[in-house]
Each structure stands twice: as C-alpha cells, then as structure tokens.
C-alpha cells in the first residue's frame, strides 16, 4: 500500500499545481475487470478518455482543467493501469477484451453515448470499441498515432515483448526508475521531456510501481506485438472506412510510432474526418503542446 500511497499522494500535487479537483472514483463493472478506476471533473457533454499502452490517466493531468470548462470528463485507467484492477492478458481475446472493457465501463457508470479521445494504445481502444458499438460513440478523437494502425513499433517496445527477455529487462537495465522514466518520455513520448516536471516523472515512476502493473504491461506487450512489431491479426487500418461518426487526428511532427505522412494517408480512408499537425510534438503532443492541443481538441469536439 505504501506504493499506492505515493502515487495519490503525488498525484494530488500535480492536481494542486494544475489548479484542479477531480474526483477519483472506482466503478464496479460487469466485465472482466471489475473494478475500474477513473478520474471525473466538469460538465457538460460526457467525454471518456483512454491513455496509452504503458501509463494511466494522470498523463491527462495538463489537458483536464482546459477540457472540463466544456465537458464532463471520465479519464479511465484501462486493465492493469493505474488503480484499475490488474489483469494477466495471457491467453485473452486482446481486441475482445478492449471494446468489453469500454462497453463495461460506459455501462457502470451510466453512459449510452460520449465523445471519445484515446492515445497510442488508448486509440486502439477506442476504435475497436467504436467499430463494434457506432451507436454509444459521438465524436471520436485519436491524439498521438494510434496503435494498430501501423505493424512498424520502436524496438525497445519489441523486445519487451519477448517472454522471457523481458522479465530479464526489468529486472536490469529497464528496472523503474525516476531517470528512466525520463528517458522512456524522451525516446518514445515527448519531442522534449525537459518540458515535464520533476513532479510529473516522479508520480509516473511510481505508476510504474504499482501492484500489477508489471505483468499487465508484460502480458499486453506479450500479446500485440513480436519481434517484428505490431501483430497483423489485431491490424486495423483496413477498416477504418467503416468507421462513420466524425473522426479527428492530432499528431505530432515528431510522433516515434508512425510519419504524419503515412497518417494523413490513412486517416483519409475515413469518409468524416480531419488532420491536425502539431508541431515540435511527439506522440503524446499534448505534453509537448498542451494549449494548442487543447485549443484543437474543444473547437472538434464541441458543438
């Protein structure tokens, strides 16, 4: 628990610093996963947000006082991350369980419809969930390249997926620490960790520490990806035509997963779509950007 102490307690310090109170909330569900944890702050239109493939909500912190002066926000911490609930994903249907766990989600909290924002792993959520369920999504808003729609992954993320190889990584030179939570920003998240406070790698490092955190990274890894990259069973760019509420992508100029110029190719398979470029950004551009994406983020998804 001393664990969990420390990520509330620095948690609460960024929220102070950021001038913002959300309720952090748990929601027993009907899924898998039972109990789901989440951050609620604002009003207005219901708006879920879904992080990426290694953090949980608070990577949101810098973006919720902007986006709750428009809407009602439910920031979710997927299977194993943050204080949901941890999951082993060994042997489960990956993309099954995605559109089981938003589905579960939105039903435990009472929502039939909301606008949608995912991140990296976060985007493949919500598209999988999206395509199975049009009805119960809005508006859908894909910040940072989504994964799954492009096999090429940074090798780092590869090998991490190798059993065996990994455990041997975390125990070594990938063992958490607060330098190498920079680093991982730095290599695969932001054009600029320098950008991010002390405070904020400090409270991701002790993410990263979190009961079960380790092995829902390790078994997700495990299940997406080999040594070649993204599995092509779970590939979804070939159906993102059939995905028809409004789409709209925020990218970064310097995103590590995917070019903007292979995204904008793709994104335009999508009938009802825009593409936004942000940049001096990388994959999570928000952390690089944060007034322009806010700015980008309200003026589509509000009405």
């Known amino acids: 628990m001393e664990i969990v102490n420390k990520y509330q307690e620095t948690r609460d310090f960024l929220f102070e610093q950021a001038g913002i109170s959300p309720q952090s909330k748990t929601v027993t569900?009907?899924?898998?996963?039972?109990?789901?944890?989440?951050?609620?702050?604002?009003?207005?239109?219901?708006?879920?947000?879904?992080?990426?493939?290694?953090?949980?909500?608070?990577?949101?912190?810098?973006?919720?006082?902007?986006?709750?002066?428009?809407?009602?926000?439910?920031?979710?911490?997927?299977?194993?991350?943050?204080?949901?609930?941890?999951?082993?994903?060994?042997g489960i249907d990956y993309r099954k369980s995605a559109v089981d766990f938003?589905?579960?989600?939105?039903?435990?909290?009472?929502?039939?419809?909301?606008?949608?924002?995912?991140?990296?792993?976060?985007?493949?959520?919500?598209?999988?969930?999206?395509?199975?369920?049009?009805?119960?999504?809005?508006?859908?808003?894909?910040?940072?390249?989504?994964?799954?729609?492009?096999?090429?992954?940074?090798?780092?993320?590869?090998?991490?997926?190798?059993?065996?190889?990994?455990?041997?990584?975390?125990?070594?030179?990938?063992?958490?620490?607060?330098?190498?939570?920079?680093?991982?920003?730095?290599?695969?998240?932001?054009?600029?960790?320098?950008?991010?406070?002390?405070?904020?790698?400090?409270?991701?490092?002790?993410?990263?520490?979190?009961?079960g955190t380790a092995t829902a990274r390790r078994t997700m890894l495990e299940t997406v990806l080999t040594l070649k990259g993204w599995r092509r069973k779970l590939y979804l760019t070939d159906q993102l035509n059939q995905l028809k509420m409004p789409v709209h992508f925020i990218w970064g100029d310097q995103d590590a997963f995917e070019s903007n110029e292979t995204g904008v190719v793709k994104a335009k398979t999508i009938e009802n779509h825009t593409f936004k470029l942000i940049e001096n950004a990388g994959h999570c551009p928000w952390l690089d950007q944060p007034e322009q994406c806010a700015t980008v983020i309200i003026d589509k998804l509000k009405d």
């Open 102 to 211: 938003i589905h579960s989600f939105m039903d435990g909290v009472g929502l039939e419809k909301a606008l949608f924002m995912g991140n990296s792993m976060g985007g493949y959520f919500s598209i999988c969930h999206a395509l199975e369920y049009p009805e119960r999504v809005e508006k859908l808003l894909l910040i940072g390249a989504p994964a799954g729609m492009n096999y090429w992954v940074p090798p780092i993320l590869r090998l991490l997926g190798v059993k065996g190889l990994n455990k041997l990584l975390e125990k070594t030179v990938g063992k958490p620490s607060i330098d190498g939570t920079r680093k991982i920003h730095q290599s695969i998240l932001v054009a600029d960790a320098d950008k991010l406070s002390d405070e904020y790698i400090e409270h991701c490092y002790y993410n990263s520490l979190l009961p």
């Open 29 to 90: 569900t009907k899924g898998a996963v039972k109990k789901v944890h989440y951050l609620k702050l604002g009003n207005g239109k219901p708006f879920i947000i879904v992080h990426g493939g290694l953090s949980h909500s608070s990577e949101w912190i810098n973006m919720l006082k902007p986006l709750s002066e428009h809407f009602h926000l439910y920031v979710v911490d997927r299977p194993g991350h943050g204080l949901t609930d941890p999951i082993n994903y060994n």
